[in-house]
């Protein structure tokens, strides 16, 4: 897989209580940690830190910016993919039915993860409210922090579990006044559901948690993919992993497997890493976000370079008077020479209507004489032609009689006036592009027939 090109990564986790900054220097496409550091929430992120700058035109630098989990909806999709390109289109048709809100009031994205089906891929739907984005991009403005990218730090902790992942796995999280818990069922390598439950720090929290978890279980048994309890896998620390584990112990009436979570620094790495080898699709950021940010760098870089091409700008207006007046001096000779030639050019243009007009009569007298000419020269001898109409040197009608019982002579003059040729030369294209068939009505005592039909003139041959 190609590597993304960029040379510095800043990673920003703007959690409430506090915000950790990562900065990362890429070396030989591995990522190198070249500063970290806390802000409270009342200091400013200092601008030398993060603001882009010339170097950067060159050296490329990328801010990503960690989306807090609060707020987002998750969901998984199983989608056969011959080609992985093929995939923004799939989801993209999925949304309506997977998005709680319209699509016009979200942003989504989505992670691809693999299956033993090599044709089949689980992708997790990540969807987020587009004023909670506008609102939180704008709070990351307000501290200086343009980000490029906007990323969910527990879709790339979800992407480093084991491959063997079967079972259910619950990564807990506290955030503010609310327990967060992401709950991924895996079964037979395939990512089958996954939530991210939201409950209250207020006591009862766990029998909320159990009901959920057993809501997914009975949900799971009736479409089919779990078939028996689940092994529960806790990936928590410390103090939460003693307050979940007795929790899902007594929901699943069996062991639970703790196994120690992600550092939020090791998070970053990972992010920067699979970045670099792009690896990670997953980017909350709205396009027209991206489009202001791009913008609003070139536009530093101008202004913070404006005095130092004050001089230039001043020596550029010198020249371009100069310049100026050779080309008015070279612009009023143009216009005198104009002014001078402009009756012969008027004289010109009035000859080449009237032989345009000359041209148009000859070609239309061409074509009715090539039309009276096939008329006559087809025209069986039992048939009478008693009317010749030319319209506008575009349709001919032919009207006539003829006995009642030759009206097969009249089929037989249609279809040969369809396939009559330019000067009657086999070679030549056909005179007609198109001959309508003929209709025909008995005359008086049933004896006679009056006939007509029209014929479309082919106008590309006969000019």
Known sequence: MKSARFHICDVLQAETEQRHYWRFSLADGAPALAAEKSFPP??????????KKWNNLWQRKINVAWLPPSQVFLRVIQLPVENEAELPGMVELQLEKL??????????????????????????????????VEQFLGQLEQWGYLADRLELPLIHELKSLPADADGLWLIPQTSGASKLCLVAWWTKGVLQNLNLLSVSTSAGWSEVICQQLTEVAWAGEMEGWLTQ??????????PVAAEWEPVLREWSGAPVVVRPSALAGDLAALSVTRLAQNQSRLNLLPGEYAARYRQQFIDRLWMGSLGALVVVYLLGVAVYFAALQVVKFRKSLVEAQITKLDPEYSRVRQLRARVQVLQEQKNLRFAALECWKASCILLPTDLILTD???????????HGTAPA???????????????????????????????????????????????????????????
């Open 229 to 238: 309890v689940p092994r529960c896998q806790l990936v928590a620390d410390g």
């Open 99 to 132: 998005s709680p809100l319209p699509p016009a009031q979200i942003v989504w994205s989505f992670e691809s993860l693999p299956t033993p089906d090599s044709k089949v891929r689980s992708v997790v739907v990540v969807i987020v409210a587009r004023t909670v």
């Open 405 to 463: 019982a030759n009206v097969n002579q009249v089929l037989s003059y249609n279809d040969a006036m369809g396939k009559y040729r330019v000067g009657g030369d086999s070679n030549a294209p056909t005179l007609f592009k198109a001959v309508d068939p003929y209709s025909s009505r008995s005359g008086v005592g049933g004896q006679t027939i009056t006939w007509d039909f029209s014929c479309e003139i082919n106008r590309s041959e006969v000019e």
């Open 42 to 51: 009342n200091e400013l992120i200092p601008p030398g830190w993060v603001a």
């Open 388 to 398: 010749f109409s030319l319209q506008q040197g575009k349709r001919l009608t032919l």
